[in-house]
T-cell receptor, first 116, second 113 residues
Framework: AQTVTQSQPEMSVQEAETVTLSCTYD???????LFWYKQPPSRQMILVIRQEAYKQQNATENRFSVNFQKAAKSFSLKISDSQLGDAAMYFC?????????????FGAGTRLAVHP | NAGVTQTPKFQVLKTGQSMTLQCAQD?????MYWYRQDPGMGLRLIYYSASEGTTDKGEVPNGYNVSRLNKREFSLRLESAAPSQTSVYFCASSGPLDSSPLHFGNGTRLTVT
């Protein structure tokens, strides 16, 4: 069964510094998608970045980038120049295809605190 | 553009009461989902629907029923609420591509006493 593991329940970073959130997953599939979602205190789930497994190039969205290591089944999120608004829960997710359905499997989340 | 709309935002039930959580999307998506979020466990899939008229169980379906009323609406029903169903519930929808992300509603915080 596919699983997603986020081994850091909490992380903290100083404003303007860089932080990396870890995520590993388990799958026997060769083609899949990975996502990072942000959940601020408002509870809204916001897509941060996505990565296609068949692409070797790491995805980047402004200050957010990933380090995708397919062989190691690792998908970490790097936040550069951290801002107070980055404080949130971050969820790593793996998208699987089963019986014609696309389903997202989530990790337990990492709570990120940003200190001024 | 409303996206995915869930109602209500908050609900308190007594054990044994029933209720229906409503969800509607205006993005013309075929796939819709219900997740629950509990501390330390991330989001877990309750039920999903690939298209109007079809539903299937996810990881934690016990105690819930769903209805895909039409393409836009996907409701979640608790027939006899239990304290273990205290959680935050999210509805989501997804476009047709494998790369399509899920778009989430703002969640319903449900407390069962």
């Amino acid at each position: 069964a596919q699983t997603v593991t986020q081994s850091q329940p909490e992380m903290s970073v100083q404003e303007a510094e860089t932080v990396t959130l870890s995520c590993t997953y388990d799958t026997s599939e060769s083609d899949y998608y990975l996502f990072w979602y942000k959940q601020p205190p408002s509870r809204q789930m916001i897509l941060v970045i996505r990565q296609e497994a068949y692409k070797q190039q790491n995805a980047t969205e402004n200050r957010f980038s990933v380090n995708f290591q397919k062989a190691a089944k690792s998908f970490s999120l790097k936040i550069s120049d951290s801002q107070l608004g980055d404080a949130a829960m971050y969820f790593c997710a793996y998208k699987m295809f089963s019986g014609g359905y696309n389903k997202l499997i989530f990790g337990a989340g990492t709570r990120l605190a940003v200190h001024p | 553009n409303a996206g995915v709309t869930q109602t209500p935002k908050f609900q308190v039930l007594k054990t044994g009461q029933s209720m229906t959580l409503q969800c509607a999307q205006d993005m013309n998506h075929n796939s819709m989902y219900w997740y629950r979020q509990d501390p330390g466990m991330g989001l877990r899939l309750i039920y999903y629907s690939a298209s109007e008229g079809t539903t299937d169980k996810g990881e934690v379906p016990n105690g819930y029923n769903v209805s895909r009323l039409n393409k836009r609406e996907f409701s979640l029903r608790l027939e006899s609420a239990a304290p273990s169903q205290t959680s935050v519930y999210f509805c989501a929808s997804s476009g047709p591509l494998d790369s399509s992300p899920l778009h989430f509603g703002n969640g319903t915080r449900l407390t069962v006493t």
